[in-house]
């Protein structure tokens, strides 16, 4: 009869057991399928709204996007990675890479200088020139296209780089009057991008993001000296870097960086007026010269004919 009852005991206990894990097992199904209800429902909110984002957007904009897209990777695929990665840091230096992509340039070269090959063959066809001016045709105008772009991206790394060679003398300043004035470097620097709107307050401004990111000081300064590659402004973010790492009073570095910088712009004005005379020679030669030969000579022009 015990036996009995420990059998039964048993058995109720195991059909117990069975039931709770049954439930708990019911309870976990319920609740990963009502996640992934969830979970679909959101998926499907970030698909709605992205397909009326696509839908607000012009008709011309929805297909011409896309297929600008394709055409981008598939051209950019061909040309060399070196030349693009060269392409992309020209455009870093030269303010712009945000706005405009590699590969964006790239296809504009490549397209711009398969229509100056097309306007060529138009021109060889229709106009009829000489086998001179038809060669030269076919090749001036295909060159003109694919360097164009690459012209102007080097005017703007120029001028960028010009700005922030101008811009550094006074931008150290206001940092040494900062620091000293008992800010620290970072506050020095934000007191900057606030006084000043220029591509050297741009890049500090993004030094400082780099910084509150997290990055090392020493990191954030060395990618500031890689994306504006200015041989004075190296030369400061070298000095910088060693001063904070040996310890050294950063108002007085910044005040001799000053200094120097002052005594570099003087040098730089004085060198670009010095070559000032020989790039006058030019127009002075084309221009101004025969004007003032036709001015004097051309009323003796008529009385020397007669002569003869």
């Not at 590699?102 to 100056?116: C, D, I, K």
Request: charged share 20%; with cysteine; glycine share 8%.
């Amino acid at each position: 009869m015990e036996l009995v009852s420990v059998v039964v005991a048993l058995s109720v206990l195991a059909f117990g057991g069975f039931l709770l894990l049954t439930g708990v097992r019911g309870r976990l199904a319920a609740a990963g399928e009502a996640t992934d209800y969830l979970r679909s429902l959101d998926e499907r909110q970030e698909v709605a709204d992205v397909y009326d984002e696509t839908l607000a957007e012009p008709f011309l904009g929805r297909i011409l996007r896309p297929l600008g897209a394709g055409s981008l990777r598939r051209i950019a695929g061909l040309t060399p990675r070196n030349y693009v990665e060269g392409v992309h840091r020209q455009l870093v230096l030269g303010g712009v890479a945000s706005s405009v992509r590699a590969e964006e340039l790239v296809t504009l070269q490549v397209l711009a200088g398969a229509g100056g090959a097309v306007l060529g063959v138009i021109y060889v066809i229709a106009g009829q020139p000489s086998a001179r001016i038809g060669v030269l045709a076919l090749v001036a105008l295909p060159l003109i296209g694919v360097l164009a772009p690459q012209s102007w991206l080097k005017r703007k790394v120029a001028d960028r780089t010009h700005a922030i060679r101008m811009d550094l003398p006074d931008t150290i300043d206001l940092l040494a009057i900062s620091v000293e004035a008992g800010q620290g470097l970072e506050g020095a620097m934000q007191t900057v991008c606030s006084h000043f709107d220029s591509p050297l307050s741009e890049e500090l401004s993004r030094t400082l993001k780099e910084m509150e990111l997290g990055l090392a000081r020493r990191d954030a300064l060395h990618n500031l000296k890689r994306r504006t590659d200015v041989a004075e402004l190296s030369n400061f973010v070298l000095v910088l870097t060693q001063a904070d790492a040996l310890g050294m009073p950063i108002g007085r570095v910044l005040r001799t960086q000053a200094a120097e910088m002052r005594t570099k712009r003087r040098q730089w004005a004085r060198e670009k007026a010095a070559k000032l005379p020989v790039k006058i020679l030019i127009p002075l030669t084309l221009f101004i010269f025969p004007a003032i030969m036709v001015v004097t000579l051309g009323p003796a022009v008529p009385g020397i004919a007669n002569a003869f």
